[in-house]
């Protein structure tokens, strides 16, 4: 689960990720045109309401940014892969609606 978490961070152009080491959790920054006023509240809900994926907003572990979010490794590693394709189409509609913008800028 680790290692598909991690592989999949690395796959994505909207991720990054300090490697788990012992937790049971990630916490992925999400970074570049997806990250243009980026609310971490309003993707959970995002991707609940239409990837049906179920993640944590960072800024609610205390954190001074909201451009991360966290997801348990428990899930077997096929589902933890389908999760994060998941979050990289949401993280991919909102690169798309972000670069217009910045061009425009």
Same mark, same amino acid.
């Given at each position: ?14 991720l ?10 990630a916490?992925?920054?999400v970074? /570049? ?9 309003? $993707?959970?809900?995002? !991707? &609940?309401?239409?990837?049906? =994926? %179920?993640?944590?907003? /960072? ?6 940014y909201?451009?991360? $979010?966290?997801?348990t !490794? &428990?899930?077997?590693?096929? =589902? %933890? ?15 798309d ?9």
């Amino acid at each position: 689960a680790r290692r598909a978490v991690i592989d999949s961070v690395a796959a994505s152009n909207h991720l990054q990720l300090v490697e788990p080491a012992g937790a049971l959790y990630a916490f992925p920054a999400v970074t /570049g045109a997806a990250a243009q006023g980026f609310d971490d509240h309003r $993707f959970a809900l995002e !991707l &609940l309401e239409t990837e049906d =994926v %179920l993640v944590v907003p /960072g800024s609610s572990f205390n954190v001074p940014y909201r451009n991360h $979010f966290r997801v348990t !490794l &428990l899930p077997e590693a096929t =589902v %933890l892969r389908e999760v994060f394709a998941r979050i990289d189409r949401v993280l991919a509609r909102r690169a798309d609606v972000a670069a217009p913008r910045a061009a425009l800028a």
